[in-house]
């Protein structure tokens, strides 16, 4: 069994235009972890300002939340990845306990579960298009998941044999159904949902949550591609 406080874990965080969060986010990265900013064309000094922090800047023009993320899955040498959003919502410094669970054996894939904090932190029809979408994941895999949220950790090699072809937003859809396809463990993590700086890229109008689901309803209908049967330690 790994011990996530005896090796390093790079931390995946996508990042367009997140310049206010930037600095609380790097912040509360744990301390011996990378942080892999993956600068996804920001015009507002984001990628100077990450680089500053001591973040590793990877650039990816290509916009959308799937290239962003799968760039810095591939930049990624860690035995373990994590996942999280740049723009100060989630807190990097809660991921221990993700990576505990993984490298304890409890779990190859851990999400975490979003419990707003405050009025107005999650809109109401974004709230009801992730619980509409996590009972779809429910009826498709027998996963008891509440939600698909952006904040997540797994080994980085089984992950990376998952073979994630989405480059929309139907990315983390797309993780966690190939995660159930090939068996694996997934488990939720309570975490607290903070008011984000600035408006959200995706969610945050309802024009940006219908694209999501467009492209959430696109991975839903792809048939079970084979994938390696296991994400745990025998996978290495």
């Given amino acids: 069994m790994s011990d996530p406080d005896a090796t390093t874990v790079d931390v995946v965080l996508p990042c367009l235009d997140e310049a206010r969060a930037l600095p609380w986010v790097l912040e509360r990265i744990p301390p011996g972890w990378r942080a892999i900013v993956v600068d996804n064309g920001s015009s507002d000094g984001s990628g100077e300002i990450a680089s500053a922090h001591g973040a590793t800047v990877v650039s990816q023009p290509e916009r959308g939340f799937g290239p962003a993320c799968q760039a810095g899955l591939l930049s990624a040498e860690a035995e373990f990845v994590c996942f999280c959003d740049c723009d100060a919502s989630l807190d990097p410094g809660l991921l221990p306990a993700f990576v505990r669970e993984v490298a304890g054996g409890k779990a190859d894939l851990v999400l975490g579960r979003r419990r707003p ?35 997540r950790a797994a080994r980085r090699e089984p992950l990376v044999g998952l073979h994630l072809t989405d480059r929309r937003s139907g990315y983390p859809l797309q993780m966690v159904l190939r995660a159930a396809d090939a068996g694996w463990r997934v488990s939720e993590v309570d975490v607290p949902y903070l008011p984000r700086a600035g408006k959200s890229k995706v969610t945050g109008t309802w024009r940006g949550t219908w694209h999501a689901v467009h492209d959430m309803r ?6 079970p591609l084979p994938v390696p049967a296991s994400g745990g330690e025998d996978a290495q």
Avoid: K, Y
Avoid at 119 to 146: C, D, E, F, K, Y
Avoid at 218 to 223: A, E, G, K, M, R
């Fill in 117 to 151: 904090q405050g009025h107005g932190t999650w809109p109401l029809h974004a709230r009801a298009g992730n619980l509409a979408l996590s009972q779809i994941v429910r009826r498709r895999t027998g996963l008891r998941l509440h939600d698909l949220g952006p904040m």
């Fill in 218 to 223: 696109t991975v839903l209908s792809q048939p």
